[in-house]
């Protein structure tokens, strides 16, 4: 994105932000606003988990409830895990910290899904993240009013360019109609502390407005180093009547995380689960890097390699996103929903490498220097929907537009000794490559759902377009450090103008409902570090001209049955994921050097969900979800060329694909009698690989977490205090949690691939909330 683009577009989204917020002054008063704002928050506090009833698709609906009985700040994926056919991984208690966390459904892995904010794009939620953000740094998660969970086809008008193998929307709650506050603070395990203050201006004359501020601190499990996030949200909103309003989100997220040490299998069995980085021992990162660099190898007691351990490593990340938004109803069963909005990033993993020294040849030389990777997004883009109500018929159209600029560097910063290095570094002694990426996305869709036989059957059908365009090039400079040589210009296009999508679901009476759905889908490619652009010139004019996009196509179909006692949902899918997009490294991931991209075949995935939720009674739940996936590579690949100019064939047809367990399953009890909040989970995750030939993984586990809350109700000036005491990981297990946290890899026989982490222990987490 050019300089003279950016700041036009800041003060388009500043006078809209303005716009958006005194729009009271402009507009008529409205008739009954504050019970319309009322209403629609006594409906988000009261909706209840459902299993997607009258749908044509498999669609689960988490509610506010559920998130409530996370631990506080806890990622808003965690609470997804309990729902069929999800695979969510953190290291840490709390599913945030994003170097570890790892979302799947159905086999399909988190950067070939779509995750959206109030309809607002946040990309693949991935780690090196080029077109949007973690739903950790996007808001809050006091704020969240719940979220949608498409575990194969998603919403036709979901704005994704990478959804294949389903879709999650996350929502934010809007302002209470009532003057007030919210105070909670927070304490546990690992000197964990947090503090979560929100103020709602309540409704007056329609307009109705919260501010919102997080802070959290906590170490790290293992090792030295701690993990930080500071947070603001705003919303605010003015409704226009009963059935139209307008509104303003402002979220900011400021991130410091501390990284843990990647482990292998065989450096776990030797140095065990707590092995961790070097930090604080500055002397003995610099005689391992030391004796690496003069022998080439490492005998230093129990650190038998380089990539044993390092001093530290950690990320940062800095982020701003605002939007505008309107929801119109124009009359005559018409209603308009538009949505703009902007988002700024900002990031920076750092990296002690023993690779690199600092100030070679010179007095100063140290043999430990800083790698960086550092980001930036520049984003700007529209959602929009029009609804026509007509007689049997719901038409629907809508667009998606964006423009992306993203940045991505590879930089070494020259260092004397240990240094506290949680601040963005600049001036850099040497850089490896920068690169940049302008890519603009266009969708538009067109739906109809037709209503029949009393309202019994419907079906939808529809259709989308996808077109997006990537020009990347290297930024202006020197190469200073490699041998890759200069990086790639060229133009990448994932485009496709007939996407269709197809489904009915019939009410069959008693209850009992059956749903099917087809759907056809893209995915764009993807920008960044690892975009088929991020290697060589020669490399990407050979493998470019045969790339393709990635595409799916998904049928799925079940059974519903809803009544007073149970809801229960039965989905059966099968899925042909083709012109699969394999990077082919040439070195060690966190080495660094040009890759190789090719199209390797096609995946399989079929597999039948269930979903089992019990009303026991008014104040007990018991909700439990089991889901079988059997995901298979459908074609061996060719890796390159052996000494004697024959290809190399990585034999993988009918193996499992890597992260993909077999069997999940999920059951949580929840019982709140009286003022009391009692809840205990239990979640199976089946066995896992990470070779590509299925000769190394780790095994399945069970976790358990577990919930006491009590609730005071009002106090003195309060007007309810709560006490709520969080434990995850009851039974202290130990287990891998990721797997693939530095890439996958074709063999592993001997379990020295360093791509595990382990998962954190048992964990408590104590906190105070006062409401006035």
């Not at 003015?238 to 991130?255: K, N, V």
């Not at 069995?269 to 030391?290: E, H, I, L, Y």
């Not at 493998?543 to 595409?551: S, V, Y």
């Not at 946290?741 to 909330?769: I, W």
Request: neutral net charge.
């Amino acid at each position: 994105m050019s300089a003279q683009l950016l700041p036009r577009r800041r003060t388009l989204l500043a006078i809209a932000l303005m716009a958006a917020l005194h729009a009271p002054a402009f507009a008529a008063e409205p008739v009954d606003a504050e019970d319309a704002a009322r209403d629609r928050v006594a409906k988000q506090l009261d909706t209840v988990s459902v299993i997607g009833q009258g749908n044509a698709r498999q669609v689960h609906r988490i509610s506010v409830q559920e998130t409530a009985l996370q631990p506080p700040g806890a990622s808003p994926l965690q609470v997804l895990a309990a729902k069929p056919g999800v695979h969510f991984v953190a290291a840490d208690p709390f599913g945030n910290y994003e170097w570890s966390t790892r979302f799947s459904l159905r086999g399909f892995n988190q950067a070939r899904l779509g995750f959206t904010l109030d309809g607002i794009p946040l990309g693949d939620m991935s780690y090196g993240n080029n077109n949007g953000m973690h739903i950790s740094r996007a808001i809050i998660a006091e704020n969240l009013a719940g979220a949608e969970l498409a575990e194969g086809i998603g919403a036709l008008g979901t704005a994704s360019s990478s959804d294949l193998g389903g879709t999650v929307q996350f929502f934010s709650a809007d302002p209470r109609p009532d003057f007030g506050a919210t105070l909670a603070q927070s304490v546990g395990s690992d000197a964990a502390r947090r503090t979560f203050l929100r103020l709602d201006t309540g409704s007056h004359k329609g307009f109705s407005m919260y501010l919102a501020y997080a802070y959290a601190d906590v170490d790290k499990w293992k090792g030295d180093g701690r993990q930080q996030q500071q947070q603001f949200n705003a919303k605010a909103v003015y409704e226009l009547g009963e059935d139209s309003r307008i509104g303003a989100w402002l979220g900011t997220s400021d991130r410091d995380e501390q990284d843990y040490q990647d482990l292998s299998l065989a450096l776990a069995r030797r140095n065990g689960w707590d092995w961790d980085n070097f930090r604080p021992d500055w002397a003995r990162a610099v005689r391992v890097a030391q004796q690496y660099q003069t022998t080439g190898s490492v005998n230093d007691g129990n650190v038998q390699s380089v990539d044993d351990a390092y001093y530290d490593a950690r990320g940062l990340r800095r982020d701003t996103l605002g939007s505008v938004f309107g929801d119109f109803a124009l009359g005559d069963g018409l209603r308009l929903k538009a949505t703009l909005y902007h988002h700024e990033n900002r990031g920076q993993g750092h990296w002690f490498t023993p690779y690199v020294p600092s100030f070679p040849g010179t007095p100063q030389q140290t043999p430990i220097s800083i790698r960086t990777t550092e980001y930036g997004i520049n984003r700007s883009g529209a959602v929009a929907s029009l609804a026509w109500e007509l007689g049997m018929h719901r038409i629907e159209a809508g667009l998606w537009y964006e423009d992306s600029g993203h940045n991505v560097q590879r930089n070494f910063y020259y260092i004397t000794g240990p240094l506290d290095d949680g601040y963005f570094l600049r001036n850099p002694n040497l850089r490896q490559f920068s690169l940049h990426f302008q890519t603009t996305t266009r969708m538009v869709y067109l739906q109809d759902s037709l209503s029949l036989l009393d309202d019994r059957l419907r079906v939808d059908a529809g259709f989308k377009t996808l077109d997006v365009q990537t020009d990347g090039r290297p930024l202006p400079g020197t190469l200073t450090y490699g041998t890759a040589g200069s990086y790639a210009t060229g133009t990448l296009t994932a485009k496709k103008n007939f996407l269709p999508q197809l489904g009915a679901s019939l009410d069959l009476g008693d209850g009992f409902e059956v749903f099917g759905s087809y759907a056809e889908n893209i995915a764009a490619f993807q920008p960044g570090i690892t975009s088929p652009l991020a290697t060589t010139q020669v490399a990407f004019d050979t493998f470019a001209r045969n790339l393709k996009p990635e595409e799916s196509r998904t049928f799925e179909g079940g059974l519903r049955q809803v009544n007073a006692l149970f809801e229960a949902s039965l989905a059966l899918y099968h899925v042909k994921f083709d012109n699969r997009l394999l990077v082919i490294s040439q070195c060690a991931g966190i080495v660094g050097c040009a890759n190789a991209y090719a199209n390797v075949g096609s995946v399989t995935s079929k597999g039948a969900e269930l979903a089992m939720n019990f009303k026991l009674a008014p104040d007990l739940r018991w909700n439990n979800a089991l889901a079988f996936n059997q995901a298979r590579y459908d074609n061996d690949y060719v890796s390159g060329l052996d000494g004697n100019g024959n290809p190399v064939i990585v034999p993988i047809r009918g193996k499992t694909v890597v992260d993909s367990p077999k069997q999940l399953f999920s059951s949580n009890l929840y019982w709140t009698p009286g003022p009391w909040e009692l809840g205990l989970s239990a979640h199976y995750t089946g066995k896992r690989y990470y070779s590509y030939l299925n000769d190394a993984g780790v095994p399945a586990f069970w976790l358990f977490n577990g919930v006491v809350g009590y609730d005071f109700g009002k106090l003195g000036a309060a007007e309810g205090v709560k006490l709520t005491l969080n434990v995850t990981n009851l039974a202290n297990k130990r287990y891998f949690s990721t797997i693939g946290s530095n890439g996958f890899v074709v063999s592993d026989p001997d379990g020295s691939y360093q791509t595990l982490l382990a998962g954190a222990p048992r964990a408590l987490m104590l906190t105070a909330s006062v409401r006035f």
